[in-house]
């Protein structure tokens, strides 16, 4: 894309804001890259390495704003002052996924919705690389989007993204876009009305048109309610567990039915290598995206059978005396937590707590009555989850991951699962959701 803008500011500097500095400098920007805090070892080399000016633990505002754009990190609200400003001065800021998709005309499948996006994206990725496609993963997931295309000439994109990321979006036109699910989340972003995180959502769907894919699902209440209120003019392929879709895809007899005119096809739930309801809708989303780039059916069959799915997200650990351990860390919200407790089908010791973001525990109380034994707080504050569930289950306190797992040990027997599930953040303990999950399997090693 040819623009006569030639100065761009980039606010952060993690693996987005580098990849960004990499590509813009490649193109022909002068490039200033700015970052509150400490910028990591490995991408101050890089930037050195590609000649870019950079600062850490400040913002230089007067230099910031001089640019005629703005790349800034995810993480950063619009509602931050240097942000407010820049768009009283009428410059324009973006994500870096919308910088990088102005120097690429490769093919893209855009994943976004509140629970799901990592799995799916990741599985689509699976399918389209195991057909031989020469894909790139990015997003959320991966080197950024930008950095790949700096250096990498991929035809394919499979791209999870954010509302965060959704919001820096303009000109982006997405293949096929995916809308998992929408239930409240990071609200406090979106001025605690849910409208504007729904509308943030479906950001995905601008510049589509009747060439292009939009894949959702047809059982979610909010998804559904918002779909009545559009008139998108896009090729639109539902999945439900519930319904009969058509073209699209459904369970029938326990079968996944990929209803993908011109040649649809089927195959077990069982056969699944993720199981769960919540696996189910992920599976069919992937599926279809497949297909709809004319994926063999043999290689989306053997994909969806053979995929391992990602650190942290229902992942195994261990076997111990007979109890399972499964660290589900990233389930930061509630609703994710749901996902995990129904897809167990042994009894659950559950460990859960953090830092609370709002959460309503009460669309928990009917999978905790029928499928958790007890409960492992860990976190700083727990009386909300107290306040929860005491006199459903037993409720006991933690103030570490290895104080959680010898509990949820001493509480389980043989056959039962201790699930790390916490529906909340992790900041009170841990570093991050990552690091809480590494501290939850190194605790379980020590058993």
């Not at 261990?318 to 660290?327: L, S, T």
């Not at 525990?361 to 306040?387: F, W």
Request: hydrophobic content about 40%.
């Amino acid at each position: 894309m040819n623009t006569p803008l030639r100065h761009i500011s980039i606010l952060g500097a993690g693996e987005s804001g580098t990849g960004a500095a990499v590509l813009a400098k490649k193109q022909g920007w002068e490039v200033f890259v700015s970052d509150l805090g400490t910028i990591g070892d490995k991408y101050k080399a890089e930037l050195n390495k590609a000649g870019v000016e950079f600062e850490e633990k400040q913002h230089t505002e007067s230099r910031i704003l001089g640019a005629e754009i703005i790349v800034k990190s995810p993480g950063i609200p619009d509602k931050a002052p240097l942000i407010v400003e820049a768009h009283k001065r009428g410059i324009q800021v973006i994500s870096e996924i919308e910088f990088a998709s102005w120097y690429t005309q490769a093919k893209t499948i855009a994943i976004t919705g509140t629970n799901g996006k990592t799995t799916t994206t990741l599985l689509t990725y699976h399918i389209l690389k195991n057909a031989g496609l020469n894909v790139g993963l990015a997003g959320n997931v991966g080197k950024s989007f930008a950095r790949q295309v700096a250096e990498t000439n991929f035809d394919y994109y499979v791209l999870e993204l954010s509302s965060f990321q959704l919001d820096g979006m303009f000109k982006f036109k997405a293949d096929i876009a995916v809308l998992l699910n929408i239930t409240p989340d990071h609200l406090d972003r979106y001025d605690y009305e849910l409208n504007n995180y729904i509308f943030s959502k479906f950001r995905i769907l601008q510049n589509m048109d009747e060439n292009c894919t939009f894949i959702y699902c047809a059982d979610d209440p909010i998804l559904s309610e918002a779909m009545k209120m559009r008139n998108d003019n896009v090729r639109m392929l539902p999945f439900s567990l519930q319904t009969l879709t058509g073209e699209g895809a459904f369970i029938q007899n326990d079968h996944i039915q990929f209803n993908i005119q011109p040649d649809p096809f089927n195959m077990s739930i069982f056969d699944l290598a993720l199981q769960g309801k919540h696996n189910q809708y992920n599976s069919m989303a992937a599926g279809i995206a497949a297909r709809v780039f004319e994926i063999r059916k043999d290689v989306v069959r053997e994909s969806l059978m053979d995929f391992e799915n990602i650190e942290h997200r229902l992942e195994f650990v261990a076997k111990v005396h007979g109890i399972e351990f499964i660290n589900d860390s990233k389930a930061t919200n509630v609703n994710s937590t749901w996902y995990a407790l129904e897809s167990m089908s042994n009894p659950v010791v559950w460990i859960v707590g953090g830092v609370d973001k709002g959460n309503d525990y009460t669309i928990l109380e009917e999978l905790v009555r029928a499928r958790v034994k007890a409960i492992v707080c860990m976190g700083k504050d727990n009386a909300k989850i107290h306040k929860a569930f005491n006199g459903i289950v037993s409720v006991v306190d933690a103030g570490s991951a290895i104080e959680a797992v010898k509990a949820a040990y001493l509480l389980g027997k043989k056959g039962d699962t201790v699930l790390l599930s916490p529906a909340c953040a992790s900041f009170d303990l841990f570093e991050n959701y990552e690091d809480r999950g590494r501290q939850f399997k190194a605790a379980v090693r020590e058993l």
